[in-house]
C-alpha cells in the first residue's frame, strides 16, 4: 500500500517544494508515496473564480467559502483521513503522526486569509491540527511539516527500521545528546562513557540524560511521561 498524500491549497506550485528533496523527495522519486497538490480555486463557479467573502458581521480579511472549499473537499474524498492545519487545531504528536503513516495517506487542507466558513467543518469530517502556537500566512507550511513527519516512517525510507526507535517523542522522552569525531573540540571532549565500548553502561547513560533533558527543557512531557510534576525546571541530576 503506498501512502497517498493530496494537499487542497491555493498555491500548488508550493509542493512538493521541500518534499521533493532529501529523504521525502528520494522516496517520492521510488513510489514509496504519492503526493498530489489540487488548487482550491478550480472550484469556484464564478469567472472571476472566486474562493473567499468578507465576514459576516463585518471585521477585517476575507474567509474562505464553505460551498467552494467543500466541493474540493468531496473532490477528493475517498476514505482516507481529512485533516486541516490551524492554530485552534489539536497539537500534532508523534502518535498522531505515526497513526497516519500506518494508513492509507491523508488529505490536507491548506487555509489563507482569516481561514474557513465554521459551516464547513459542521458540515464535512475534517480533523484540526496545529503544529504550534504562532499563526502562519497559510496552512502550507503546516502541511509540509505534518507530511514529512509521516513519510519519514514509512518503510525503506529511513533505511534501517531501527533508525527512528530512539528519537526525540518516540518514547514519550526527548532524545539523548549526540557526540561525533573529533574526540577533543574547542577544549570540550566526548564523554568518556561513550568511548568505553560498554554497552550497558552506554544505554544507562543515554537514558538518564534523556530524562533529565527532558525533566529540564519540557517539564510538560516529563509530567506526561511520569504522571510527575515539575513545578520548576529541574538543574540536570536533581531529583
Same mark, same amino acid.
Given at each position: 500500500?503506498?501512502?497517498?498524500?493530496?494537499?487542497?491549497?491555493?498555491?500548488?506550485?508550493?509542493?512538493?517544494?521541500?518534499?521533493?528533496?532529501?529523504?521525502?523527495g528520494r522516496a517520492l522519486g521510488e513510489g514509496r508515496w504519492s503526493l498530489d497538490a489540487v488548487n482550491i480555486r478550480d472550484f469556484a463557479t464564478d469567472r472571476h473564480r472566486s474562493v473567499d467573502d468578507t465576514?459576516?458581521?463585518g471585521g477585517a480579511g476575507m474567509v474562505l467559502r464553505a460551498d467552494v472549499v467543500a466541493r474540493a473537499v468531496d473532490y477528493v474524498s475517498d476514505g482516507r483521513p481529512?485533516?486541516?492545519m490551524t492554530p485552534r487545531g489539536k497539537?500534532?504528536?508523534q #502518535?498522531?503522526?505515526?497513526?497516519? /503513516?500506518?494508513?492509507?495517506?491523508?488529505?490536507?487542507?491548506?487555509?489563507?486569509? +482569516?481561514?474557513?466558513?465554521?459551516r464547513l467543518f459542521e458540515a464535512r469530517a475534517i480533523e484540526e491540527i496545529s503544529i504550534g502556537d504562532y499563526v502562519l500566512s497559510g496552512g502550507e507550511m503546516g502541511a509540509l511539516v505534518l507530511l514529512d513527519a509521516c513519510v519519514r516512517l514509512l518503510p525503506g525510507v529511513m533505511g534501517a527500521a531501527s533508525s527512528g526507535d530512539e528519537e526525540s517523542f518516540e518514547g514519550g522522552l526527548l532524545e539523548y545528546?549526540?557526540?561525533?569525531?573529533?574526540?577533543e573540540w574547542e577544549g570540550r571532549t566526548i564523554p568518556e562513557v561513550l568511548r568505553s565500548g560498554d554497552h550497558?553502561?552506554?544505554? #544507562?547513560?543515554?537514558?538518564?540524560? /534523556?530524562?533529565?533533558?527532558?525533566?529540564?527543557?519540557?517539564?510538560?512531557?516529563? +509530567?506526561?511521561?511520569t504522571?510527575?510534576?515539575?513545578?520548576r525546571p529541574l538543574a540536570r541530576g536533581e531529583d
Open positions: 500500500m503506498t501512502f497517498a498524500a493530496t494537499v487542497l491549497t491555493l498555491y500548488p506550485e508550493m509542493f512538493p517544494g521541500p518534499l521533493g528533496l532529501s529523504l521525502a465576514p459576516a458581521g481529512i485533516l486541516t497539537p500534532l504528536a #502518535a498522531r503522526v505515526r497513526e497516519l /503513516a500506518a494508513g492509507p495517506g491523508a488529505i490536507v487542507l491548506c487555509g489563507r486569509f +482569516e481561514g474557513f466558513d465554521e545528546p549526540h557526540y561525533t569525531r573529533p574526540y550497558a553502561k552506554i544505554a #544507562a547513560w543515554r537514558k538518564q540524560r /534523556a530524562e533529565d533533558d527532558t525533566r529540564l527543557r519540557r517539564p510538560d512531557l516529563w +509530567e506526561r511521561h504522571g510527575v510534576r515539575v513545578d
